[in-house]
């Protein structure tokens, strides 16, 4: 089989256009059709990349809402985070990292790098993690970024290590379930800290593995829940 790996599409098509142009038979010819065969599907690849790139863009600029990191003590924070995400976050090491046991501290990292690019009177670690768990939570809700990335059913262990994004209703739902012997009452987004955050998120482990669903599902359940 012939490879045309250190060939530019542009070359291979200048190719064919020769083999097309002087009519040639024989070897060369089933050679053009192979050449031909090439750059559809590497066009076809090109044109698959261009609309998962764009369905990433819809994602990170759609998954933190206007309210969903309000009152933060700077201005600019949403934008910022969308702009993280679209930009800073290679959904393919996020599934690497996924499927490794290193997860936690990609996110830490990501957290730290995002809660960085705050204004300094807005560097809020809690909601740098929330906007990250509300975006990387989109993103596996979304069946076209489930394919790209081939994350199926089998994938439950890894899903389970995606966090359920923390804000006070999410808070309060853990705080009256039975698995709570320790948490502290809920501040805010803005004064979370890790320590705090990981105190929760076992907790909602715990919860989801008796309830049989991913953790990050439980902002299903307690999103603006019926009083």
Do not use: C
């Not at 599907?41 to 969903?68: C, E, P, W």
């Not at 996924?98 to 995002?114: A, G, H, M, Q, R």
């Not at 970024?145 to 439950?156: K, T, V, W």
């Not at 803005?190 to 715990?206: F, V």
């Amino acid at each position: 089989m012939a490879d045309f790996t250190k060939f530019s599409t542009n070359q291979l098509q200048n190719s064919l256009n020769v083999i097309r142009y002087q009519n040639i038979n024989g070897a060369t010819q089933e050679f053009g059709n192979l050449l031909e065969k090439e750059i559809e599907k590497r066009n076809t690849d090109k044109s698959k990349k261009h609309f998962y790139s764009l369905i990433k863009r819809k994602v990170a600029q759609t998954s933190v809402g206007s309210s969903a990191l309000r009152n933060q003590g700077a201005k600019g924070i949403i934008e910022i985070s969308r702009n993280y995400f679209e930009n800073e976050i290679d959904l393919k090491e996020f599934k690497q990292q996924l499927y490794s046991d290193n997860f936690k501290e990609y996110l830490d990292n990501n957290t730290i790098k995002l809660r960085n690019l705050f204004p300094i009177n807005g560097q809020s670690w809690g909601a740098a993690r929330k906007g990250l768990n509300l975006f990387l939570r989109d993103v596996i809700y979304n069946h076209y970024l489930r394919e790209y990335l081939n994350i199926n059913s089998d994938s439950i262990k890894h899903l389970q290590k995606l966090e359920v994004p923390l804000d006070k209703d999410v808070a309060k739902g853990l705080y009256q379930e039975k698995e709570n012997k320790s948490l502290k009452r809920w501040k805010s987004i803005k004064s979370l800290d890790q320590n705090t955050s990981d105190k929760y998120q076992n907790i909602a482990l715990s919860i989801a593995d008796r309830k049989g669903i991913l953790r990050v599902h439980l902002d299903l359940e307690y999103w603006r829940k019926a009083k």
